[in-house]
Nanobody, 125 residues
Framework: QPQLVESGGGSVQPGGSLRLSCAAS????????IGWFRQAPGKERERVSC????????NYADSVKGRFTISRDKSKNTVYLQMNSLNVEDTAVYSC??????????????????WGQGTQVTVSS
């Protein structure tokens, strides 16, 4: 049973940075793509980024392109989301989840499963 645990959230000022971690266990990490999602109060869950099972493909929501970077460390079964130049619109609960194989072209969260508990990111002055 896949298990994902997120960490690294917190409160930062606009323009600041955070690095989120998604630690995976209970499955063959190298077979699965990992997606980062976020959900702000009153808004739908949004896919922020995804990295394919072999790290060959990464993609990003338009709202974070050029500011966020996703990566994975196979030796640690961990996926990271480096977030730079944060703004107040980035405030949300960030969660990671898995899907077998490559990143799905549709960005819906319905293609992913085994969600972590989430980590809060708050950007405010």
């Amino acid at each position: 049973q896949p298990q994902l645990v997120e960490s690294g959230g917190g409160s930062v000022q606009p323009g600041g940075s955070l690095r989120l971690s998604c630690a995976a266990s209970g499955f063959t990490f190298n077979y699965y793509a990992i997606g980062w999602f976020r959900q702000a109060p009153g808004k739908e869950r949004e896919r922020v980024s995804c990295i394919s099972f072999d790290s060959g493909t990464t993609n990003y929501a338009d709202s974070v392109k050029g500011r966020f970077t996703i990566s994975r460390d196979k030796s640690k079964n961990t996926v990271y989301l480096q977030m730079n130049s944060l703004n107040v619109e980035d405030t949300a609960v960030y969660s990671c989840a898995v899907t077998l194989g490559p990143c799905p072209v549709p960005t819906s969260y319905l293609y992913f499963s085994s969600w972590g508990q989430g980590t809060q990111v708050t950007v405010s002055s």
